[in-house]
């Protein structure tokens, strides 16, 4: 069994920047992810990262949000920058055993979660 474990939400006023981290309880070479969801909403995918550093997100974060993968540390990050209201959310760390697929932003991809972390973004 996984276990993965975020930290690093708050809150922020709008245009502000937050750094999520996740550390996973064994290392990984699967696809690794960072999701969100808002009250009411689904689990959406915001980026994603392979165990070869490759990366890809979602089309309301690009050139704002950053992942990044340690696997010396079992670790993905997401650096986020330019703040909106609308990424208010709580933040989820996801790990897949399987390499990243064409669906890599999809929930349904993801074995292991994390237990969320809450980003607050105030206008």
């Known amino acids: 069994q996984v276990h993965l474990v975020e930290s690093g939400g708050g809150s922020v006023q709008t245009g502000g920047s937050l750094k999520l981290s996740c550390i996973a309880s064994?290392?990984?070479?699967?696809?690794m992810g960072w999701f969100r969801q808002a009250p009411g909403m689904q689990r959406d995918g915001v980026a994603v990262v392979s165990d070869g550093g490759s990366t890809w997100y979602a089309d309301s974060v690009k050139g704002r949000f950053t992942i990044s993968r340690d696997a010396a540390e079992n670790t993905v990050r997401l650096e986020m920058n330019s703040l909106e209201p609308e990424d208010s959310a709580v933040y989820y760390c996801?790990?897949?055993?399987?390499?990243?697929?064409?669906?890599?932003?999809?929930?349904?991809?993801?074995?292991?979660w994390g237990q969320g972390t809450q980003v607050t973004v105030s206008s």
């Open positions: 064994t290392g990984l070479s699967g696809c």
């Open positions: 996801a790990a897949a055993e399987k390499f990243c697929t064409l669906a890599k932003l999809a929930a349904s991809e993801y074995e292991y």
